[in-house]
């Protein structure tokens, strides 16, 4: 099973920009779509964006897209999202996430269902 330690979180005015990342060993990393979810105080787990093994897709929450981007970098075994424009609303703990599921479909997995995760990160947007 993979492990991931996921990073970069902190605090950022409303407009800023942050860029998590998400370090994966253990297990083969290229055989899992690697995706960001976000809990926000008093919320339920939501996805945010997902890659796949091979890194040719990705797909983006609504709320999101635009202002987020996922990226992976399969040669050392890490994944990126870059979140720019960030609002109060973007205010959670952010959670790397991977599993086996071919291409996005971990994006409409539900997260217990989810194989790995990381510790969390968190990120505050003040206005």
């Known amino acids: 099973q993979v492990q991931l330690v996921d990073a970069g979180g902190g605090l950022v005015q409303a407009g800023g920009s942050l860029r998590l990342s998400c370090t994966a060993s253990g297990g083969t990393s290229n055989n899992f779509a690697l995706a960001w979810f976000r809990q926000g105080p008093g919320k339920e787990r939501e996805f945010v964006a997902c890659i796949s093994q091979n890194g040719e897709y990705t797909y983006y929450a609504e709320s999101v897209k635009g202002r987020f981007s996922i990226s992976r970098d399969k040669d050392r075994d890490l994944a990126y999202l870059q979140m720019n424009n960030l609002s109060i609303e973007d205010s959670a703990v952010y959670y790397c996430?991977?599993?086996?599921?071919?291409?996005?479909?971990?994006?409409?997995?539900?997260?217990?269902?989810?194989?790995?995760w990381g510790q969390g990160t968190r990120v505050t947007v003040s206005s």
């Open positions: 996430a991977a599993d086996e599921t071919p291409g996005i479909s971990i994006a409409t997995m539900p997260p217990p269902m989810v194989r790995s």
